[in-house]
Structures are given as C-alpha cells and as structure tokens.
C-alpha cells in the first residue's frame, strides 16, 4: 500500500503560537495556569497541556480570584475580557492574530455605522468571540449566515451600508458561493481588504484537493468539531474519494482500506505530527509500503508571543520583588 502526504498539513503559525503561549506561562508563572475552553480543538494537545499544568474551564467562574487564565486562539468577545478584569484575574491571549483581524474589521464597520453579514458556522467559538465585537449602538446590525439558502433570505436595515466577514476555517468554493449571492443581493457590500479565510485554511485545502485526485481513500486527522479538519473530510468527498474523519490512529477501521492502492493522509491545523505517524504506523502494520511526501505551498508565517512572554520581560517579571 502506498500512503501519499499532504503538505502542507498540521499546524499552523496560529496553533503554534498558542500552544507556545501556554508552555511558556506554566514555566514563567507556575502552575496551574488556567485556558478558557479548549486551547486550540485538538484532544492530544489539550491532555498534553493538561498534563503539564494546563487546567481547562468552560467559564471564568470556576478560575480562582487572581490566578492567569488564558483565551484560546479562537479569540474572545470584549465581554469576555471585562468579566476577567472585574474578577481580578491575569489574562494572557492566545487569540490567532488572523482571528484578531476579523474582530478588527467587524468593529470598524459597526463604527461607521454599517451591518455586518458574518459568514460562518452557529456555536463555533470563533463565531462567539466575532459577535462580541460587534457594537450595535451605531445603528447597524450582525447577522451570521451559514449556506447559500441563508445569504438568498439574510436581511438588513439598509441595504447600501452592509458589509460581510468571514469565519477563518472555512471552504473556499463553498464560502465564495455564499459571497457572490450577497454581492448579486447588495452590491455596495464592502468587502474584506484580504480574505478572512486564514493562508492555512485555504493551503491545506489546496493541498487535500490535489491529494484526492492522487489516492483511493483519503484520511483526515482532526477532531469532529474542528471546523478547519471537517472542510477537509468534506473537501475530499466532493472530489469522489472516501474521506474518513479520525483523531487518532485508534480511530482508524481495517475494512476502509480493503482493496485500497493509494491512501491520501493529511491532517488540520490543530494536530500535531506525532499523530500523523502514528497513522503511517498504523497502516503499515496492516499493509507494509511506502510513504511520499507530495509537494505543497511552503508555509514561513510565524506569529510574535504576547509581550508578557517575550524573554526579557518575562526574566524580569520572574525576579522577587
């Protein structure tokens, strides 16, 4: 059996960072550090952290007055940080920056008095954190649109002041679908500057696209509710090709591969490369082969730390008072 690679596939420059986010607080201010939700969707990475220190909430109630508590890479709404700053707590944001450009362009819209039309998937954190930012005082509104039946029905106040955003995990084709039934409904709706549709979304889609005229089956590791690895899965059956949706190598069914030449395997951006091995291994333990990187768009993007880890200010917050 050959297995084929995508690239790129697993992290990205956003999950980098927040992961590092967390490791670095744990050594700097001890143990335990607290992370509202899920750091990035990923269970591997979550027990991970857990495992060195990381305590995960679901609300800032359950985090001790004065303890660091740290907003996960799907960012947060400003209600959200006031609420830490009345409990009295330390915040540190792992908030991906791309995340953060969506939350800025909403809120300059809502500004200058236009609706925002918000394209994205209902009880995503993202979506949550996006809304937040959203100040409706100025007269306009947000309205979240999920399908193409939603943009065809979506109305606003004024029809002349609208704008639409994007969720940063989403298909490509299907969100373009989307936007070309609002510009045919609005066309003085104002557009992002740049795609909010994040660089590694759209490469690793890219790269599952090629991926899925090359294989028989194509895996995708992710977690169910990672809306960046379900695009994948999707993406791959839209091509003609099985695409299976797993977390880890346990996941994986014998009978999947039955009759099988080629397996197409990648991964979301939330999933380290230690699980993509141990697909490759599992695999080979059924049916020995070979393994081939396939070639992708090279990925350099790298996102600062907050300024609260970075080196210096850390070694100087670490010094007794």
């Not at 967390?22 to 979550?46: D, L, M, Q, S, T």
């Not at 299976?244 to 197409?264: C, P, R």
Request: hydrophobic share 40%.
């Amino acid at each position: 059996m050959h297995i084929i690679l995508a690239n790129p596939r697993g992290y990205c420059a956003g999950v980098e960072r927040a992961i590092l986010i967390v490791h670095r607080a744990i050594e700097a201010f001890g143990k335990p550090v607290y992370v509202r939700h899920e750091i990035v969707h990923n269970r591997y990475v979550v027990d991970s952290l857990r495992g060195n220190g990381a305590v995960f909430v679901d609300e800032l109630d359950e985090v001790p007055a004065g303890a660091l508590v740290i907003f996960s890479a799907h960012g947060v709404s400003p209600a959200v940080v006031n609420e830490a700053q009345a409990r009295g707590l330390r915040m540190l944001d792992a908030t991906c920056p791309l995340v953060t450009k969506v939350h800025l362009e909403v809120n300059q819209h809502a500004r200058a008095g236009r609706s925002v039309i918000f394209i994205g998937h209902d009880g995503h954190p993202e979506i949550e954190g996006t809304r937040g930012h959203f100040d409706r005082t100025r007269g306009g509104e947000i309205h979240l649109v999920a399908n193409e039946s939603d943009a065809e029905t979506v109305t606003v106040p004024n029809p002349n002041r609208v704008a639409y955003a994007t969720q940063t995990t989403l298909s490509v084709s299907d969100t373009a679908r989307i936007v070309a039934i609002l510009k045919r409904r609005f066309p003085r709706m104002v557009a992002p500057k740049k795609d909010d549709i994040c660089y590694a979304t759209q490469n690793r889609q890219t790269a599952a696209r090629l991926l899925a005229e090359r294989c028989d089956v194509l895996l995708v590791i992710g977690a169910p509710h990672s809306s960046n690895s379900t695009r994948l899965r999707e993406l791959g059956s839209q091509c003609g090709v099985p695409a299976y949706l797993i977390q880890d190598a346990s996941e994986l069914k014998h009978e999947w591969l039955l009759g099988v030449d080629t397996v197409g395997l990648t991964s979301g951006a939330s999933v380290p490369e230690v699980l993509v091995q141990g697909v490759i291994a599992r695999v080979q333990t059924w049916w020995p082969g070979t393994v081939v990187e396939s070639f992708g768009e090279p990925e350099h993007t790298v996102f600062r730390l907050p300024h609260e880890l970075r080196p210096g200010v850390v070694a100087k917050a670490a010094k007794p008072a």
